[in-house]
C-alpha cells in the first residue's frame, strides 16, 4: 500500500503543477484578468525567443558526448514515421472527407511536446532530462512539420500548396532549430558560456513553461466539446492512448530504460500540439476539427499522463 500511496504522490508532483497553470490561464482569461491580445502575444513571445532560450541552454550546458543517443533518436524517428503511414491509411478507410482526413492525421501524430513535453521530462528528471528532451525536440520539430505539410496537402491534391522547398526554409528559420544549431558546438567541445550570456539566458528560459502553459490555457475554448465528432475522438484515442501504449512497451523490448524509456513514453503521450490547429486553418484543412483535437487530447492527457507516468513509476522505470 505505501508503494501505491508513494507512487501516487510523485505522480501528482510531476504532472499537477502543469495541469494548475494550464487551468488557471484557462481561468484567468474568462475572469478577464489576461486576454487574448496576451495569449496571443505570449505564444508568440515563447516560440521567437523564451523556448529558444530554455533549448539552447540545456543543449549548450549538457555534455554532447555522454547525452547524444543516435538508438533514441532512430527509434524516435521510426516510430514516427511507421505510425503516421498506418494513421494515414487507418483513416483513409473510413474519412472520405478530404479536408477532415487531413485534420485527423495531423491532429493523430504531431504532439506538444515542445511544452507540456519537456515541461514533465523536467519534472521527471530535471536538468539532465530537460537536455535529453531538447535533443529529441531538435529531431521532431523539423520532422513534424514536413509530415504535417505533406498530409495537409496531398489528401487536398491542392496544386497551390506549400512546396517543399519553402517548408525547409521556414524550418531553416525556425527559433528553435537556429537555436539548438548555435547550442551544438557549445555542447560538444564543451565550451562554457560567457556568465553574462548564461545569466540573461536564465531569465528568458525560467519564463518559458509558466508563460507557455498560460498561453494555452487561454485558448481552451470548452464550448467547441459540443462539437466534438467521431474523428476527433478517434484522433485523441490514437494520440493519447494508442501511441503510448504500443510504442513505449515495443521500445522496453528493445533495451531502452529509465530516463530514455520514460522521456519516449511522454513524447508518445503528450497532447496534440496547438500549431496544428493554425496550419489546418491556414492550407485549407478542417480547422474545427483540428481545433477539437487540440482541446479533447490537452484535457484528456491530464488523465492519460498522470496514468502512465503512475505506471513507470510503479514498475520501476523511473
Same mark, same amino acid.
Given at each position: 500500500?505505501?508503494?501505491?500511496?508513494?507512487?501516487?504522490?510523485?505522480?501528482?508532483?510531476?504532472?499537477?503543477?502543469?495541469?494548475?497553470?494550464?487551468?488557471?490561464?484557462?481561468? %484567468?482569461? #474568462?475572469?478577464?484578468?489576461? $486576454?487574448?491580445?496576451?495569449?496571443?502575444?505570449?505564444?508568440?513571445?515563447?516560440?521567437?525567443?523564451?523556448?529558444?532560450?530554455?533549448?539552447?541552454?540545456?543543449?549548450? #550546458?549538457? !555534455?554532447?558526448?555522454?547525452?547524444?543517443?543516435?538508438?533514441? %533518436?532512430?527509434? @524516435?524517428?521510426?516510430? +514516427?514515421?511507421?505510425?503516421?503511414?498506418?494513421?494515414?491509411? /487507418?483513416?483513409?478507410?473510413?474519412?472520405?472527407?478530404?479536408?477532415?482526413?487531413?485534420?485527423?492525421? =495531423?491532429?493523430?501524430? #504531431?504532439?506538444?511536446?515542445?511544452?507540456?513535453?519537456?515541461?514533465?521530462?523536467?519534472?521527471?528528471?530535471? =536538468?539532465?532530462?530537460?537536455? =535529453?528532451?531538447?535533443? @529529441?525536440?531538435?529531431?521532431?520539430?523539423?520532422?513534424?512539420?514536413?509530415?504535417?505539410?505533406?498530409?495537409?496537402?496531398?489528401?487536398?491534391?491542392?496544386? !497551390?500548396?506549400?512546396?517543399?522547398?519553402?517548408?525547409?526554409?521556414?524550418?531553416?528559420? $525556425?527559433?528553435?532549430?537556429?537555436?539548438?544549431?548555435?547550442?551544438?558546438?557549445?555542447?560538444?567541445?564543451? +565550451?562554457?558560456?560567457? =556568465?553574462?550570456?548564461? #545569466?540573461?539566458? !536564465?531569465?528568458?528560459?525560467?519564463?518559458?513553461?509558466?508563460? /507557455?502553459?498560460?498561453?494555452?490555457?487561454?485558448?481552451?475554448?470548452?464550448?467547441?466539446?459540443?462539437?466534438?465528432?467521431?474523428?476527433?475522438?478517434?484522433?485523441?484515442?490514437?494520440?493519447?492512448?494508442?501511441?503510448?501504449?504500443?510504442? +513505449?512497451?515495443?521500445?522496453?523490448?528493445?533495451?531502452?530504460? &529509465?530516463? !530514455?524509456?520514460?522521456?519516449?513514453? @511522454?513524447?508518445?503521450?503528450?497532447?496534440?500540439?496547438?500549431?496544428?490547429?493554425?496550419?489546418?486553418?491556414?492550407? &485549407? /484543412? $478542417?480547422?474545427? %476539427?483540428?481545433?477539437?483535437?487540440?482541446?479533447?487530447?490537452?484535457?484528456?492527457?491530464? @488523465?492519460?499522463?498522470?496514468?502512465?507516468?503512475?505506471?513507470?513509476?510503479?514498475?520501476?522505470?523511473?
Amino acid at each position: 500500500m505505501n508503494l501505491y500511496l508513494e507512487t501516487l504522490v510523485f505522480t501528482g508532483q510531476i504532472v499537477a503543477p502543469i495541469f494548475f497553470i494550464l487551468f488557471l490561464g484557462y481561468f %484567468l482569461l #474568462r475572469l478577464r484578468i489576461i $486576454n487574448e491580445n496576451f495569449v496571443n502575444t505570449a505564444s508568440k513571445l515563447v516560440f521567437t525567443l523564451t523556448l529558444p532560450a530554455l533549448v539552447f541552454l540545456s543543449i549548450a #550546458r549538457m !555534455d554532447f558526448h555522454a547525452m547524444f543517443n543516435p538508438h533514441l %533518436l532512430g527509434y @524516435v524517428l521510426a516510430s +514516427t514515421l511507421v505510425t503516421y503511414i498506418l494513421i494515414w491509411w /487507418a483513416g483513409s478507410i473510413w474519412i472520405k472527407v478530404p479536408e477532415d482526413l487531413a485534420s485527423f492525421i =495531423q491532429g493523430a501524430f #504531431r504532439s506538444n511536446y515542445g511544452i507540456v513535453g519537456l515541461a514533465v521530462s523536467f519534472n521527471l528528471f530535471g =536538468q539532465p532530462g530537460l537536455a =535529453q528532451a531538447s535533443l @529529441v525536440l531538435a529531431l521532431i520539430i523539423p520532422l513534424y512539420n514536413v509530415l504535417a505539410i505533406i498530409c495537409l496537402t496531398l489528401p487536398l491534391k491542392r496544386s !497551390d500548396g506549400v512546396s517543399l522547398k519553402q517548408t525547409f526554409i521556414e524550418i531553416a528559420r $525556425n527559433p528553435l532549430i537556429l537555436a539548438v544549431v548555435f547550442a551544438l558546438p557549445f555542447s560538444y567541445f564543451g +565550451t562554457e558560456l560567457p =556568465q553574462l550570456l548564461s #545569466r540573461t539566458g !536564465d531569465y528568458f528560459a525560467d519564463l518559458t513553461l509558466p508563460l /507557455a502553459l498560460l498561453a494555452i490555457g487561454g485558448s481552451l475554448d470548452l464550448k467547441s466539446l459540443r462539437e466534438t465528432s467521431g474523428s476527433s475522438f478517434w484522433a485523441t484515442l490514437i494520440k493519447l492512448v494508442l501511441l503510448p501504449a504500443i510504442l +513505449t512497451p515495443i521500445a522496453w523490448l528493445l533495451g531502452f530504460e &529509465g530516463q !530514455d524509456l520514460a522521456i519516449l513514453m @511522454v513524447l508518445f503521450a503528450s497532447p496534440t500540439a496547438a500549431a496544428s490547429f493554425i496550419m489546418a486553418k491556414a492550407m &485549407g /484543412a $478542417n480547422a474545427k %476539427l483540428a481545433a477539437n483535437v487540440v482541446l479533447t487530447t490537452t484535457l484528456g492527457s491530464v @488523465v492519460t499522463l498522470s496514468i502512465s507516468i503512475y505506471l513507470i513509476r510503479l514498475l520501476g522505470v523511473v
